[in-house]
């Protein structure tokens, strides 16, 4: 089945600074690529997402990116501010294979003023 | 509030009982998706449920657990004779349509704890 891998497990960066994250996915027939913001003693919320006819997309300060010859796609948070300390988990599913979510093992992404 | 509602969010119960999560999805929504987090980890697949049908149950444990989506009500997972591996946050998804490539938005999850 489907495996995603998510790097780094924790990221410090500075208030403004950019904050990246990377994942990789082993189905080359994964075709949905969401990104969800978790805070603490909540559920995931998305943020972003990308399908596989599509290479960037951008929302304000968000952006991901997909290299699906490579099987990697990235969330980009520039200028970042405190409240985007949360943890992030990047996910792939197959469209033939309905709407299960693999998810990557997340990023705990602390901003510091 | 129109988001995905699940209660209790809190659960406790003794090894042995039973335990049941409830999950309303979002309106207009009618694909159920329940996924189970252990501490410090990613969220791992469960079930997919329609209205009265089970889709993929591919990441169900064979034994003890059960889910349905009725035609009235809220879906339900179920939790027979529970032990202290089952202790973790259980998320419940919901999207309109249920094809592969379509937003899944989640509620605040039932945080399970066995004693």
């Known amino acids: 089945g489907e495996n995603v891998e998510q790097h780094p497990s924790t990221l410090s960066v500075q208030e403004g600074d950019s904050a990246v994250i990377k994942c990789t996915y082993s189905?080359?027939?994964?075709?949905?690529f969401p990104w969800y913001k978790q805070e603490l003693g909540k559920g995931p919320q998305l943020i972003i997402d990308i399908r596989s006819n599509v290479g960037e997309k951008k929302d304000q300060r968000i952006a991901v990116t997909l290299n699906k010859t490579a099987k990697h796609f990235s969330l980009h948070i520039t200028e970042t501010q405190p409240e985007d300390s949360a943890v992030y988990f990047c996910?792939?599913?197959?469209?033939?294979?309905?709407?299960?979510?693999?998810f990557g093992g997340g990023t705990r992404v602390l901003v510091k003023p | 509030n129109a988001g995905v509602m699940q209660n209790p969010r809190h659960l406790v119960r003794r090894r042995g009982q039973e335990a049941r999560l409830r999950c309303s999805p979002m309106k207009g929504h009618s694909h159920v998706y329940w996924y189970r987090q252990l501490p410090e980890e990613g969220l791992k697949f469960m079930v997919y449920?329609?209205?009265?049908?089970?889709?993929?149950e591919s990441g169900m444990p064979k034994e003890r657990f059960s889910a349905e989506f009725p035609k009235e009500g809220p879906s339900i997972l179920r939790i027979q004779q529970v032990v202290r591996g089952d202790s973790a946050a259980y998320f419940c998804?919901?999207?309109?349509?249920?094809?592969?490539?379509?937003?899944?938005?989640f509620g605040d999850g039932t945080r399970l704890s066995i004693l």
């Open positions: 998804a919901s999207s309109r349509i249920g094809q592969g490539d379509q937003p899944q938005h």
């Open positions: 996910a792939a599913s197959i469209r033939a294979a309905g709407n299960k979510l693999t």
């Open positions: 189905d080359s027939a994964s075709n949905y």
């Open positions: 449920l329609q209205k009265e049908n089970i889709i993929d």
